[in-house]
């Protein structure tokens, strides 16, 4: 399976990893080779990840593509990645970024909310709460509401299969959906639990319960559609420390994915780069400082964060 990130090297400079065929190699260096060996002048440059997705150039082809044109000619032991570089996450700034709710049965259930029913429940978390793979996830020292506990409440974990929008997608049929989409990654959906459930009592929505700076851990990798056969056959798991918390499958969403893009492509066009999250499985629970937590998918890496 090849799994793409983003990554600064040791001066800063943004650049595009991929891991293909068990190496991890700096991408953004075997695309300029390549394009010399093309002699393309007008290839873009590729510094970020996300640029890849907007200009439709994120696909397992293109990085088979390039990769086996340099390997015919020269050995590619020198753009192998070191060591020394910091993950980003793996879409920098995405337009938006969508999230389904209540779409495991189960998981409504442990917080006595009644499963999505005919439309799937969505909403959405601010851009600036992403971070990236081993980045900490901040619990907010202020107090945010006043009666809760310790001024924020609990905080839990919710383990996501998250997606990436690669074409601009406005009504289309779910039919067509799996065309509209570059890649798959894992999203941690920190939520202000308490106060969820105080803005959901005063009919108020969630978005300030799912914004706080930090509260989207996104990564560590992208992962091609055309890698991904089945989006609907996938396991998840979510580690604190070292206690599964939560486990489950795609298989058990209530909206797949197909009509979770259509039926948001209804009521905003889908930008590529956008993020959508698709729902997550039971057994969320509260996170505290010095927790760590390591979410992963099938194929998917580990997205790791610690808690402060």
């Not at 190496?23 to 695309?31: C, D, E, G, I, V």
């Not at 798959?184 to 009592?201: F, G, P, S």
Request: aromatic letters at 10%; hydrophobic letters at 40%; proline letters at 8%.
């Amino acid at each position: 399976m090849t799994r793409a990130f983003a990554f600064l090297n040791k001066k800063n400079f943004p650049q595009i990893g991929v891991e293909w065929n068990g190496t991890r190699y700096n991408f953004s260096r075997a695309w300029e080779i390549f394009k010399q060996l093309k002699l393309d002048r007008h290839a873009p440059d590729l510094p970020f990840l996300q640029l890849m997705v907007e200009l439709d150039l994120f696909h397992a082809e293109t990085f088979d593509e390039v990769f086996t044109a340099i390997k015919e000619l020269r050995p590619l032991d020198d753009l192998r990645l070191k060591p020394d570089f910091r993950i980003q996450p793996p879409i920098g700034r995405p337009q938006k970024i969508l999230c389904i709710g209540r779409n495991y049965l189960e998981h409504a259930k442990e917080l006595g909310n009644k499963p999505a029913g005919g439309e799937p429940v969505f909403f959405s978390k601010s851009v600036s709460s992403m971070i990236a793979h081993e980045e900490p996830i901040r619990l907010p020292r202020f107090p945010i509401a006043t009666d809760l506990k310790d001024g924020r409440g609990r905080i839990d974990h919710e383990i996501e299969l998250a997606l990436v929008i690669g074409k601009t997608a406005s009504n289309i049929a779910a039919q067509f959906a799996s065309d509209f989409i570059a890649g798959y990654t894992i999203l941690n959906d920190v939520t202000a639990r308490e106060l969820q459930k105080k803005d959901t009592a005063a009919n108020l929505p969630w978005f300030r319960a799912k914004s706080f700076d930090t509260f989207c851990p996104v990564g560590p990798y992208l992962i091609p559609a055309e890698n991904v056969p089945n989006p609907q056959a996938l396991d998840l798991e979510l580690k604190v420390n070292d206690t599964v918390r939560q486990q489950g499958s795609t298989t058990d969403m209530i909206f797949p994915i197909t009509e979770i893009v259509s039926y948001l492509s209804r009521f905003c066009t889908l930008q590529p780069g956008d993020i959508i999250a698709t729902g997550t499985p039971s057994g969320v629970g509260p996170i505290n400082p010095g927790d760590l937590i390591t979410a992963s998918i099938n194929g998917f890496g580990e997205l790791v964060n610690p808690v402060i």
